[in-house]
């Protein structure tokens, strides 16, 4: 397709397993970038790469929190031992620059709740 | 840190009336600001953007103008219409320094509009 692509769109875990969530950016794109939105909140940064390189990861909340883009293109944010805390929609976001003063480009976004 | 100021909710207006949402940014560059709109169940998609002072960024009759003396960037529409009902997020992108391509978030106002 022609945007970002994020599966599942919702997912449901129960405290303390573990959950992976997909992004797949617009072809092409450099630059992919992970939010979490909390409800009734703005989207919050997470983490960020340039291609394969994840250059800033200090939005991550904790240690649980890990992220990969092992090809430079689809990425994966993987949550261990799920908590409450952790429900929240779960936003990615490319661009097609490195840096730049140009928008980011949103998927739908997984919305995840932790049981 | 760079950070953004946006108008509580939820706004409620009948049709063809004038919307004003306020936002204020604090940021130690020259951001690129930029207004989001989240319809129900979808991601971000982007309204208009102003990447320096003075730009007034304008899409769908919403215009923004960015002001640098108010470190401000209010959305405003003459006549509003029901499919205008979203939350609407106003974003800076930050320029410089550690968190150099990040978006910073407001946290969202609710608009419906009543016919």
């Known amino acids: 397709g022609a945007g970002v692509s994020q599966s599942p769109r919702y997912k449901v875990a129960k405290r303390g397993q573990d959950v992976a969530l997909r992004c797949d950016p617009i072809?092409?794109?450099?630059?992919l970038f992970w939010y979490q939105q909390a409800l009734g909140q703005g989207p919050e940064f997470l983490t960020y790469?340039?291609?394969?390189?994840?250059?800033?990861k200090s939005g991550l909340p904790s240690d649980r929190f890990f992220a990969e883009r092992p090809e430079g293109s689809v990425s994966t944010l993987k949550i261990q031992r799920t908590q409450q805390e952790d429900s929240a929609v779960y936003l990615c976001?490319?661009?097609?620059?490195?840096?730049?003063?140009?928008?980011?480009?949103f998927g739908d976004g997984t919305r995840l709740s932790i049981l | 840190g760079d950070s953004v100021t946006q108008m509580e909710g939820p706004v409620t207006l009948s049709e063809e009336a004038f919307l004003t949402i306020n936002c204020t940014y604090t940021a130690t560059g020259y951001p690129s600001l930029f207004w989001y709109v989240q319809y129900p169940g979808e991601g971000l998609q982007l309204l208009l953007k102003a990447t320096k002072a003075d730009d007034k960024g304008s899409n769908k009759g919403f215009e923004a103008t960015y002001r640098k003396e108010t470190t401000s960037f209010h959305l405003e529409k003459g006549s509003v219409q029901v499919s205008d009902s979203a939350v609407y997020f106003c974003a800076l992108l930050a320029d410089r320094g550690s968190t150099l391509g990040r978006l910073y978030f407001g946290r969202g106002t609710q608009l419906t509009v009543w016919p």
């Open positions: 790469f340039q291609n394969e390189a994840q250059l800033d």
């Open positions: 976001a490319s661009s097609p620059y490195r840096v730049s003063n140009q928008p980011q480009h």
């Open positions: 072809s092409g794109h450099v630059s």
